[in-house]
Each structure stands twice: as structure tokens, then as C-alpha cells.
């Protein structure tokens, strides 16, 4: 190796020296990112500290002292010491259909398939053939609920026989379309310049957001029947159906109403000078432009709506949850509480996840300001 | 001629329904009378029902023995005490998870939510680690796992966890020292008012002084001491009036201390973190949320790191922070009728759960659950109201 500075060059003939060795690779990395003062130096090192000590044993109890394949949970903690995954694997066809029979899964199964393709069109702007699709996601909904219930030509399933994940799905995404259109009507009915159409709607908005959930279903599951006509027989799923609705239309309305704030008065004003009457204006001016600054809380609230479906199983529904914790019950398996907790907690973490990376995404579609 | 009137009729409504005014006012007179059919339809079904099975609507049962047992009263409860006593229960447990709910997530979202803004790759990862598990798995699978490992995985009473011999954490919750206060303890408390008037009146003219000389004196220093430094020299020196009564094992559970149940604890603990992720996003906004233009400013007006901090970006990320937060606060505290879940007593659990199983009365209880939670959240939103309107930008 030569040594550059003995060597002379003539002005602006020296070459490029290489970077200093602690700005570059790894070790610039990490001076930069770990270790760029003293505080953060200590803040890694306790940081790493605390990985050290809490990792392992994750790692032990969740994979390498955990038990797959065992008949009970005697044998299971006759196998290792971590965690006893075997209750997870026997159950995990009830964890899905719950009762539903065996020889109509294929029913719950296409429905789920279609969700995806009716999902498809309104997701993502560039799905092939997304006009003609957008028809087939609007009769999605009926398409979905004959196929699910059955009648009209196909063996009906009594909606007691729902549960597991197919029921945490059939709660969240009829929520999810329910409260949508709800929610919007409710927000423009807020911000609308009728005294008595505000109030209705500022009533039921505030009074829905200010009462738990839980409270709305044990209403739903036990006094609803005061208020219908005596004598009628009320599907309790059709009951939690509409309380899940009616509760999240109330925070999509509050969503909506701050998009609709948002809007230029301008753009109202505009759209009242070209002569559009209050519908046409709202359609083709105003909401498009509300909806697209909203669409993250909306989803947000819809993240929000699916992992409140767990609260059905307080009033005696039995969603994934309910149905996995009903194993808990089984002597064969009885206390494996946390394992089951963990696979339930981990089917809901991909779920609500995968919604709120697609929220991102769209910010990010629909972000037309400057960044820095 | 007939149908010259209905052309004129048409004609008439149609005109009414094309003018602006009378138009609102016809969509107005539709929606209430709807409004009240619907309450007219829902109020004669109730009537119907509730004649058919012979019920009527009373509140007389509240001041009925309740005749069952909570495991965890901040007032005095029996089983012969009435329903009414059973729910002012509670609703303190209701309040006192609340309450201390939103202290921990509070501190635990700053924290977090300051990590998440850090230029440290490993600590900034954790954060994000922290909150995206937390925010995406529900709220009830938090409650019930917590709960399933403090009463799973604690040891028993026998081989409880000490902590110096003082804290004890079994299965069967976390026993902590009691304290019993002597009336020589008052001059403490007075101390520590003392302290906080002082430093209120200090602040105040702290920054008198700054804006009439450009002096600043140290503030947080003389805070700190007042609040602090003085009550405990007040305690000292009147010979620390406080006597202390340690848990010990005495049979099959601990005697003296008091002790936090499970429960509680389960309930607590997954609330607080639960929303603490939630904090976190909205203080880590509410940061990024001051224009980049405000530090620079700061920074050349000469203003060191920690004066900008203070003056420049957190009253104005405040605005941004509260409005947010006071309705996690508020989820909070309606989040916490999931202890009906894990069997802690609250207000849901008690006189919407027990006593309404108990007296069959779904109308009446259900009535006082609604009626107490939505008191909550108008008197959070009044507050809310009150804040905006003090904090609002005060543009040109």
C-alpha cells in the first residue's frame, strides 16, 4: 500500500480520499443510529439489556421449548416446559366454523373467497374491469348473506351454529358496511343548517359515543325485546348486528363530520353558484373530497369496530375468542389460558395490522401536499 | 275542471317544496314526527310487554338488601347492604380503575410516544414494536391475558415474590404496606400546600422578572424544592408521624397492608397499556405536528434546546395533544366496563350485571348504567369544550 501523502500532485489532481472509517458501513450506521451522544449510547445499551433478558425466554416458551404435538396437557408438559401448542392444532378447525356443519363449510368458505374479489374494486384503484366489478361488490352483501344463512335453494344454517372466526368476520364486515352509509348520513345530518335534523343527529351521535359497547349489547341482548311488538322472536345475532352498526355509524360520523369541516367553504359556495341542488353538491363536490381527507380515521374506526367484536362473547356469542376459550373448559386442556390468548391475539394482530398498513398506504396515495 | 284543482293542488305543493324556507321547514316537521312515532312505537311495545308479564317500572328495589358479596369495596359493603349501596360501589371501582388508568397510560404514552421520535434506530423500533402490538390486538384478549398470567404463572401466597420483605406479588394480588397517619402528619400536608402556592406565586413572578429584566431565575429548581424538598425536611423534623403496617404471611394468606386484587391489577395494568399506545401516536403527532419552522426560529432567536422545548413546542403541541387525548381518556374509561369479563366489581358488573339478574329489573338498571356513563362523557366534553375555547389559536 502507498502511502498518498508522501506523493505530490499537481492542484486538483489529488484523488478522493475514502470516507472516514466511522461515517461508513456498519460502524457509521451504528454511530449514527445507536451511539450519536452519550444518551443514546446508554439508551442502546439498556435497550440491548433488556432484549437480552426478555428475549430468550419469549423465544424459549413460544418455540423451543413449546409442545406441537400432544394428546393432552399432561403429555404436554411431560414434552418441554414452553408453551402447548397441541390444544391450538386440535381446535383449530373450531377456532374457524365453530359448529357450523361439516359438509357446508364449502358455503362460509366461497363467501370468504368472494369478500376478496368484491373487495378488490374498491381497495385498489387499477383492479382490472373496476366499473363492471363495483356492481358485484354492491350484491356482495346479499350475495354473502344467502350463501352464509342459506334458504332460496340452499340447506339453511341456524345462525346459533355461527361462530369462531366466521363470525368475528361476519360481525366486522357488516358493521364495516353498515355504518359506512350510516355514518356519512348522520354527519351531513350534523353539519346541516336544519335546527331539528341537527339535533336528531347530534343526539344519537352523542349519546351512542358516550355509552360502552357492552351496555348497548346487553341492551340488545336482553331488553330489546320490550321494545318490538309482543310476541316477536328477534335473531340475537341480527339483534348484535344492528348494535354494532348503530355504535360504529356514531364514530364514523364524527370522522366524516371533521372531513366535511375540512372542505374550503369555497368549495360549498362554488357548488351552490353552479346551481346543484343540496344532494348533487354534497355528491359530486363535497363529499369526495371530505371522504378522501377522513379515509384514515374511517378506517381506523373500522379497526376499531373488528376488535370490538370480541365483546360479543360477553352476551353469550361465541366469536374466535369465545370459541377458543370455551377449550379452556375441556379437563383435557383446562388452564392453557395464555396459549390460547396468544394464538387468538395473534390471528387479530394480522388482521388489524394488514387494515392499518392499507390506511397508510392510502395516506400516502392521497397525500398531494408537500412533504419534508 | 277535476283536473285543473289537482294540477293546482301539485302545482302548490310543489311550490312549497321548491321554496328554500318552507322546504327546510317541511324536511323539519318530517324528521321530529318520525322522531316521535318511533318513541310512540318503541314506548306502547314497553308498555305492551312489560303489562303482559305484570312488571312495572320502580326504582324501589335499589333500597333492597343486595344480598351479594364484592370482593373489592372502597367503602363500607356487606352483603345486607342495598342496591343502591352495591352501586355507589361501583362506581367508585369504576372510577378508582379510571383514574388510575389514566395516570400509568398517560406516563407510559409520553414515554413511548418519545421514543417513537427518537434518532436511536434500536429504541425507535422497540417503541414502534410496542405500539402496533398493542394497538392491534383487542382490548378484551389484553384484559383476559394479563389476567390469565397474574393468576396463572404468579406463584401461590406460600412462595409469594418479596420485594425487600415490604411488597409481596402472588396470585393472589399485590400486598403493599399500609400506612396509618399520626394527627402530627397534618403539618406535612400543609408543607406540601404550602409548597404549591409558593411555587405558583414564584412562577408568576419568575416570569415578571424575565419580561421586565431578561433575568430568568430557576424556576424548576425552586419548584422542585418547594414541593418536594420541604415537605419531606416538614416530615422529618416532626418526627416521621407515620406508622407503617407491613403485609406478613400469617396462614393461608397475608395479614396487614393492603393488597390490590388480581383483578384490579389485570384490569389496570392491560387498560393503561392498552391506551398507552394510543397516547403515544397522539403525542408523537402532536410533536411532528409543530412546523419545523418554530425550532428554527427558536434556535435563532438563541433560545437553547431546553427553553424551545418549553416555550416553543410543547404549549404548541399541547393544542395539537389534548383535544385527542382527553377521548382516549375517555375510552378509557368506558373500556373499563370489560371488567364484567374478569369478574372485577364495577358499575356495569354490579347494578347492570348481579343486581339485574337478581331483581329482573333490565329497564331501571339498565337506565342508571346508561345514565352514569353518559354523565362521564358529557362533563369530559364540557371540559373538552372549555379547553378548545381557551387554547384556540388567536388568529387575525
Redesign the interface.
Known amino acids: 500500500m502507498t502511502d498518498i501523502s508522501q506523493k505530490t500532485y499537481a492542484p486538483g489532481q489529488h484523488p478522493d480520499l475514502p470516507p472516514p472509517a466511522l461515517t461508513t458501513g456498519v460502524l457509521g450506521w451504528m454511530r449514527?443510529?445507536?451511539f450519536?451522544s452519550v444518551g443514546?449510547g446508554i439508551?442502546?445499551l439498556a435497550?440491548?439489556a433488556v432484549?437480552a433478558v426478555v428475549l430468550p425466554k419469549v423465544l424459549d416458551f413460544v418455540f423451543f421449548d413449546a409442545v406441537f404435538f400432544a394428546e393432552d396437557r399432561q403429555e404436554c408438559q411431560a414434552l418441554g416446559s414452553g408453551a402447548c401448542w397441541a390444544v391450538i392444532i386440535e381446535r383449530f378447525q373450531v377456532s374457524i366454523y365453530a359448529f357450523y356443519p361439516d359438509e357446508l363449510r364449502w358455503r362460509p368458505n366461497l363467501a370468504f373467497v368472494l369478500l376478496f374479489v368484491a373487495l378488490g374494486p374498491l381497495l385498489f384503484d387499477k383492479f382490472p374491469a373496476r366499473k363492471q366489478m363495483l356492481f358485484f361488490s354492491m350484491i356482495y352483501p346479499f350475495l354473502a348473506a344467502w350463501l352464509v344463512v342459506g334458504g332460496l335453494g340452499l340447506e339453511p344454517v341456524e345462525t346459533n351454529k355461527f361462530g369462531g372466526v366466521m363470525l368475528t368476520i361476519i360481525i366486522g364486515v357488516t358493521g364495516i358496511v353498515g355504518s359506512l352509509p350510516l355514518g356519512i348520513v348522520l354527519a351531513l345530518g350534523r353539519v346541516s343548517?336544519?335546527?331539528?335534523?341537527k339535533i336528531?343527529c347530534v343526539g344519537f351521535i352523542?349519546?351512542i359515543?358516550?355509552?360502552?359497547?357492552?351496555?348497548l349489547l346487553?341492551?340488545a341482548s336482553?331488553?330489546l325485546?320490550?321494545?318490538?311488538?309482543?310476541g316477536t322472536e328477534f335473531d340475537l345475532l341480527l339483534r348484535v348486528l344492528i348494535m354494532v352498526t348503530l355504535f360504529s355509524s356514531a364514530y364514523i360520523a364524527e370522522v366524516v363530520r371533521g372531513g366535511l369541516q375540512a372542505v374550503a367553504k369555497g368549495q360549498y359556495e362554488a357548488a351552490d353558484s353552479m346551481g346543484l341542488t343540496y344532494w348533487q353538491s354534497m355528491r359530486l363536490i363535497v363529499l369526495p373530497q371530505a371522504l378522501k381527507i377522513s379515509i384514515p380515521g374511517i378506517v381506523n374506526t373500522f379497526?376499531g369496530l373488528y376488535?370490538?367484536?370480541?365483546?360479543v362473547?360477553?352476551i353469550g356469542l361465541l366469536d374466535v375468542?369465545g370459541v377458543m376459550?370455551s377449550a379452556l373448559a375441556d379437563p383435557k386442556w383446562n388452564?392453557l389460558?395464555?396459549e390460547v390468548?396468544?394464538y387468538?391475539?395473534v390471528f387479530?394482530?394480522i388482521s388489524?395490522?394488514a387494515m392499518?398498513r392499507y390506511s397508510l398506504y392510502l395516506e400516502k396515495k392521497l397525500h398531494t401536499g408537500h412533504k419534508? | 275542471m277535476t283536473a285543473q284543482v289537482s294540477s293546482d293542488k301539485r302545482s302548490a305543493v310543489s311550490r312549497l317544496w321548491n321554496d328554500k324556507e318552507s322546504r327546510s321547514v317541511m324536511i323539519q316537521v318530517i324528521t321530529i314526527g318520525a322522531l316521535f312515532a318511533l318513541f310512540f312505537y318503541l314506548g306502547v311495545n314497553a308498555y305492551l310487554n312489560l303489562k303482559a308479564i305484570g312488571k312495572d317500572l320502580s326504582f324501589e328495589f335499589l333500597w333492597q338488601p343486595a344480598s351479594y358479596d364484592i370482593n373489592q369495596t372502597l367503602i363500607e359493603y356487606t352483603s345486607r347492604s342495598t342496591h343502591f349501596r352495591a352501586m355507589i360501589v361501583g362506581l367508585l371501582n369504576t372510577l378508582l380503575v379510571a383514574v388510575a388508568g389514566i395516570m400509568l397510560a398517560t406516563i407510559l404514552g409520553f414515554i413511548v410516544g418519545v421514543l417513537r421520535l427518537t434518532k436511536n434506530w434500536l429504541v425507535n423500533r422497540i417503541a414502534y414494536c410496542y405500539v402496533e402490538a398493542l394497538r392491534n390486538v383487542p382490548l378484551l384478549l389484553w384484559i383476559l391475558l394479563i389476567h390469565g398470567v397474574v393468576v396463572g404463572t404468579l406463584p401461590a401466597v406460600r412462595d409469594a415474590l418479596g420485594l425487600g420483605d415490604i411488597f409481596f406479588l402472588s396470585n393472589r394480588g399485590l400486598y403493599a404496606p399500609s400506612a396509618t397517619f399520626e394527627p402530627l402528619f397534618l403539618a406535612t400536608v400543609i408543607a406540601f400546600i404550602a409548597g404549591i402556592v409558593f411555587s405558583i406565586w414564584f412562577k408568576r413572578r419568575a416570569k415578571k422578572i424575565q419580561e421586565e429584566t431578561g433575568r430568568i431565575l430557576p424556576v424548576l429548581w425552586t419548584v422542585l424544592a418547594a414541593i418536594l424538598l420541604f415537605p419531606i425536611v416538614v416530615f422529618l423534623v416532626t418526627g416521621l408521624p407515620v406508622q407503617w403496617s407491613i403485609p406478613e404471611l400469617k396462614g393461608f394468606n397475608f395479614a396487614g397492608g393492603f393488597s390490590i386484587k388480581p383483578e384490579f391489577l389485570a384490569l389496570w395494568l392491560a387498560l393503561s397499556i392498552y391506551t398507552s399506545a394510543f397516547i403515544a401516536e397522539i403525542v408523537r403527532s402532536g410533536i411532528l405536528a409543530v412546523a419545523h419552522g418554530q425550532t428554527e426560529a427558536a434556535g435563532a432567536l438563541g433560545l437553547r434546546t431546553n427553553r424551545t422545548l418549553q416555550l416553543i413546542v410543547v404549549p404548541q403541541a399541547l393544542r395539537v395533544i389534548v383535544p385527542p387525548l382527553t377521548s382516549q381518556y375517555l375510552n378509557l374509561t368506558k373500556n373499563s366496563s370489560l371488567a364484567i369479563a374478569i369478574g372485577y366489581m364495577d358499575i356495569v358488573a354490579t347494578i347492570g350485571g348481579i343486581s339485574l339478574n337478581q331483581t329482573g329489573r333490565e329497564m331501571e338498571c339498565m337506565a342508571l348504567v346508561l345514565i352514569i356513563y353518559l354523565s362521564f362523557s358529557l362533563s369530559i366534553s364540557m371540559f373538552m369544550n372549555w379547553y378548545n375555547k381557551r387554547i384556540k389559536l388567536v388568529e387575525r
Not at chain 1, 376488535?307 to 365483546?311: G, N, P, R, Y
Open positions: 449514527a443510529n445507536l450519536s443514546n439508551l442502546t435497550a440491548l432484549l343548517n336544519l335546527p331539528a335534523v336528531v352523542e349519546f359515543r358516550g355509552v360502552p359497547l357492552i351496555a346487553f341492551i336482553t331488553m325485546n320490550y321494545f318490538l311488538p309482543p379497526i376488535k370490538d367484536t370480541t365483546l362473547i360477553i375468542l376459550k388452564g389460558a395464555v390468548y396468544i387468538t391475539a387479530f394482530f388489524c395490522f392499518s419534508r
